[in-house]
């Protein structure tokens, strides 16, 4: 199960894609995940991990429960 905390990109798309998610595809400036109706826009990589707060603020967008994280 993944901490929930400060993560690296390359498994917070591992773990999107194990609740369903597809991608990621590029569009524009960033890339993207899809999953039925709801679209996410995925941070770019840069040298530090995507933090507890826009962690958060991405699992709020793609309708995933603290639980349903934490059972990953």
Do not use: C
Request: aromatic content about 6%; proline content about 8%.
């Amino acid at each position: 199960m993944p901490p929930f905390g400060p993560i690296k990109r390359k498994d917070l798309i591992r773990y999107l894609r194990q609740l369903g998610f597809d991608g990621p595809f590029a569009r524009g400036k960033h890339q993207h995940m899809k999953k039925e109706d709801i679209t996410l826009t995925i941070p770019n990589p840069h040298q530090g991990d995507i933090g507890k707060d826009l962690l958060a603020r991405i699992l709020k967008q793609a309708n995933v429960s603290r639980d349903d994280w934490d059972r990953l």
